[in-house]
């Protein structure tokens, strides 16, 4: 793995935000759900597809904070405009484990 200066990770711009809707994304090639995220703020809300339905059904992640790449450029997946990575694991199958704050912080909060 070849290293990065510190000024290369501070162009990453990741962000909390807590999960305000979610819908399931039949459309996809690859299970998916679509998400709403409030990160607050001149951020707002931003949507998401994220490769999720291994562990989470849409009505359990409403309210939940995750962390999520902002400063991408959007992407169109099935006619969806993805505008922010949402961040996770692989478990020991490879499905995604969400990345989470461990107590509840303010949205918008940059990861540091």
Same mark, same amino acid.
């Given at each position: 793995m070849d290293p990065i200066s510190f000024?290369?990770?501070e162009k990453v711009d990741i962000r909390v935000g807590t999960i305000i809707d979610a819908q399931p994304f039949p459309e996809a090639r690859k299970p998916a759900i679509q998400l709403w995220v409030e990160f607050g703020g001149a951020l707002g809300v931003k949507k998401s597809s994220a490769q999720l339905t291994v562990?989470?059904? &849409?009505?359990r992640l409403i309210g939940r904070q995750?962390? /999520? =790449?902002v400063n991408f &450029? &959007?992407?169109r997946i099935a006619g969806f405009e993805s505008e922010v990575l949402v961040l996770g =694991?692989?478990?020991e199958?490879? /499905?995604? =484990?969400l990345l989470k704050p461990d107590l509840k912080v303010p949205d918008g909060g940059k990861l540091f």
């Open positions: 000024d290369d990770f562990h989470y059904t &849409p009505d995750v962390m /999520a =790449v &450029p &959007p992407r =694991v692989p478990d199958n490879g /499905a995604v =484990v």
